[in-house]
């Protein structure tokens, strides 16, 4: 059994969300919160301007509670740069507990899952759980130095310059989180690191056909079905695979990948990262939750478990989903 | 509040503990379950023989506790190469769930910590919480190539080549987990990154008080106060800090990072890395704490939260410590 299911349905009472200059001309642009001239942030290197954006919607999304950074018990938090240097040096400066999570581009709905349990359970009151990722900091880690101007292949994606963050509570109005399916690690023996949608989209549909075996849910039971950055392709062979299984989520399914960006982009197959399914979730989900024009949602963020080491050893790519049903 | 406290005292019905000759050779070598004559471990790479020893803990573990993997329900684990690789592709055999866990080599108390509570709530029956570390691969990864021959200063610390894992469950003969403080980011501007003892302390201290005074509890209620990498220096540091907020921890400290290898060798001021609490709690610990040795310790690990990207932007090295209260 990897579902967990929350009695007490704890409650996302505020969020807040940021993003780069890109993504601020994209298509959910109006439900972001802050919105950046520049994707340095006033700051000297990219790490650290991924720094501040994190940090930023942390004090915002306390803000937005109607809270003082005291009231919060623990952050969980993760990024995609070596060792989760941004979630940590962003939550260097409060006071809480902090618990680094690390699932690559899935990794806010796994902070999602273990801060719902946390308050679920009663153990603590308040947990704020945030992602980021930029896609300088990213490109210079991962591929290459952006000085090079390497072409991008056709299956590639657009690393996300922004994030976001939800404040869980026990009390309070808001978002209902009604259960998570933690995913686990599906390997299709993808090894192109250009094509993380091939590699992440078997990891999905198996979260997403665990969840409904598990809950005994259907496709019908979601306004929408929110994958993380599978993008376009991806996002295609997710539908056929969770097809094949009896099940059509054509009607539901959207993925933030493809909601970033506006269409026809140099992003080809729309943007990916940490921050993905994070700013989606924070800005443009929530709002809609909150107003009732949607009703429940599945959200699944999507993370591909590589690091250039693994892949310069020979190493496959294998992805892994967590699914979290969330109720206005 | 950062104290957890768990209503049901989940148990860890099993452990194993894995080692590499270095360390099979130090102090608690004749509780260590697999002692290894080759740090490869018939593999090609540092990463891959560490990848390698992780899987082989999660199998060994569940063999221990008379299950197979399909009893578990979720691995929650973690180590120190980038993108936690070891962790993810050791895990990847495993048709369970998966949740990355990173706060540096305190992510073993902060696995056990979300186990207990997915246990603890009914959430889940059996969590596997693994971590490990590799000498070499760390050291490349953080520092120089082994092949460069530096010389080491003398306040350095030897990565653990090793690791552990504990299985959680709700029934079962075993150690209880009985509560858990998460610890806070701790940032006393330490800068050398020879000198991780110094930069994990003030955390260790932070959290040990925090626990006593949210607990209620003082020294004297445990047998052992176990931190899990400060090394020689830093626990003279540590024991200084909480000594002077009126606790003495003298009697009942110990360090995880002293205890592996024998005295008085190169490796200076003792172990650390991601597996050295997790292979010291997993092997002698447990021993003690189920032959009713020890009645009840208090295991904190100790991570210090930097990237070598970090390092060289200039930053400091804040430190986190988790405690998690363990009774026979």
Redesign the interface.
Known sequence: ??T??FKNKPKIIATSSIAGPKESNGSIAGYIETTLDDDMYGEN?F??AETKMLFKVFEKTIQNAKLTPENV??IIA?D??????SA??A??N???????????CA?FT?AL??GA??V??G???TVLCGTSSHFSSAER?YRYPLELGCTRPPLSQWTVTGGGASLIAKEGKGVKIINAT????V?FGVTDTNNMGAAMAPAAADTLITHFKETGFTPDYYDLIVSGDLGAFGSRIFKDLVWEKGFDIEKQHVDCGELVYNICEQEYQGASGAGCSSLVFNSYLYRKLLDGKLKRILLMATGA??????SQ?G?SI?G?AHAVCLES
Chains 1, 2 share one sequence.
């Not at 995609?80 to 240097?85: A, G, K, R, T």
């Not at 507990?97 to 699932?103: H, I, K, Q, T, V």
């Not at 933690?182 to 690690?185: A, L, Q, S, Y």
């Open positions: 059994m990897r967990v299911f290197t790490e650290k018990d623990v993760g995609l740069l070596n060792q989760i240097i940590t040096f939550s260097r409060f006071s809480c507990g902090f618990l680094g999570a690390y699932n690559a990794t796994e899952t273990l349990t946390l679920d359970g153990y603590l009151n880690q933690v995913g686990k690690i390997d478990l590589l690091s250039s080491v693994s050893q190493e294998p892994i």
